[in-house]
């Protein structure tokens, strides 16, 4: 899937059962840190939908 498709579908799951908060900046990070992995390095830190953490990303994020 391409990650668009699994950020909506990640995010339409948090919603099935009613409404809620939804930290939209945490997603948001994620989503530009996975579109930088997979244009600039060539390399995908995890799907966008998948609350865990890899290595990769944690590192990165542990930058800024």
């Known amino acids: 899937k391409c990650g668009n498709m699994q ?9 099935e059962n009613g409404t809620q908060e939804i930290d939209l900046l945490k997603i948001m990070s994620r989503a530009a840190l996975e579109y930088i992995g997979r244009g600039g390095l060539g390399s995908s830190f995890g ?5 865990r953490s890899s290595a990769h990303s944690n590192a990165i994020q542990s930058i800024g």
């Open 47 to 51: 799907p966008l939908g998948d609350e």
């Open 7 to 15: 950020m909506t579908a990640s995010l339409v799951k948090r919603v």
